[in-house]
């Protein structure tokens, strides 16, 4: 029962993901750009992150310089990268290929990162069960781009 609930949120959180690019796809449509789309997504997200941050009183790091530079930039420039290849791929593969195959993607670094333990990741060493379930992953990508 512990895992249940961030079992189901994760499922949720991935089943929003096509909503989101449909959502992006359709105003790039409107307004032209695949980045004019990505900025506006990324600036209303951005005004309702401050808003929840000012309602918790979510303090800031007393001395910014003490984050690693890279840290301030790296998930921002991962996500507007995320989100334009989710804005233009859709219309040219299809909803389920794109995703089956950022699905795949997500899988494949996943089992690299729990592997060695990197950016803080508890260490879950990959064996044959692991290696078999992003199998079948792929081999769903496949069956989808086939058919």
């Given at each position: 029962?512990?895992?249940?609930?961030p079992?189901?949120?994760?499922?949720?959180?991935?089943?929003?993901?096509?909503?989101?690019?449909?959502?992006?796809?359709?105003?790039?449509?409107?307004?032209?750009?695949?980045?004019?789309?990505?900025?506006?997504?990324?600036?209303?997200?951005?005004?309702?992150?401050?808003?929840?941050?000012?309602?918790?009183r979510?303090?800031?790091?007393?001395?910014?310089?003490?984050?690693?530079?890279?840290?301030?930039?790296?998930?921002?420039?991962?996500?507007?990268?995320?989100?334009i290849?989710?804005?233009?791929?859709?219309?040219?593969?299809?909803?389920?290929?794109?995703?089956?195959?950022?699905?795949?993607?997500?899988?494949?670094?996943?089992?690299?990162?729990?592997?060695?333990?990197?950016?803080?990741?508890?260490?879950?060493?990959?064996?044959?069960?692991?290696?078999?379930?992003?199998?079948?992953?792929?081999?769903?990508?496949?069956?989808?781009?086939?058919?």
């Open positions: 029962m512990k895992v249940l609930i079992m189901l949120l994760a499922l949720a959180a991935g089943a929003v993901l096509p909503f989101q690019a449909g959502l992006n796809g359709q105003l790039r449509g409107h307004l032209g750009s695949p980045f004019a789309a990505a900025l506006v997504s990324f600036s209303a997200g951005t005004l309702l992150l401050l808003a929840i941050l000012i309602a918790m979510t303090p800031w790091p007393a001395s910014p310089q003490a984050v690693p530079w890279w840290l301030w930039v790296a998930g921002g420039t991962l996500g507007v990268g995320y989100m290849i989710s804005i233009v791929l859709p219309p040219m593969l299809g909803v389920a290929l794109t995703f089956g195959l950022i699905v795949a993607g997500q899988l494949s670094m996943s089992l690299a990162l729990d592997h060695y333990g990197l950016l803080g990741f508890a260490q879950h060493a990959i064996n044959p069960w692991r290696v078999l379930g992003a199998g079948l992953i792929v081999a769903g990508v496949v069956l989808i781009r086939k058919f």
